[in-house]
């Protein structure tokens, strides 16, 4: 099975652009790249009932709020374009650099960057 490409990265500063959350913004905790999901801090919001451990460990039980997955199609790049914070999308641009080789001669490569569509920053 081929690799997904996924242009949203740990990290980044996110905005929900549908679902209950819309209009949030946040940062997100983790990728998960197999079910193209993300998890964004302070968005999807869920509570999980848990028993306090009797066998040592984790001695208290209760009520649990943490942050569930959303789809990585419902959230959009938050970048600075100029002071003023909007959404955009990601694309890639690829820079020639130089590199070194341990022996001291050098060579020209290739160097992927994302960029924002919307201003042509790098990202």
């Not at 306090?52 to 959303?70: D, K, L, M, V």
């Amino acid at each position: 099975m081929a690799k997904k490409i996924v242009n949203i990265k740990k990290g980044d500063q996110v905005k929900v652009i549908a679902g209950a959350d819309k209009g949030v913004e946040g940062k997100v905790i983790d990728v998960l790249t197999e079910q193209d999901r993300v998890i964004v801090e302070g968005v999807n919001r869920i509570k999980r009932h848990t028993k306090s451990a009797q066998a040592g460990g984790e001695g208290t039980g209760g009520i649990i709020t943490r942050e569930a997955p959303i789809h990585i199609s419902n959230v959009m790049l938050v970048v600075d374009a100029d002071g003023d914070k909007t959404t955009s999308r990601i694309g890639f641009r690829r820079d020639e650099v130089t590199k070194n080789r341990p022996d001291g001669s050098s060579y020209a490569a290739h160097r992927s960057v994302r960029v924002s569509t919307k201003t042509g920053k790098e990202i």
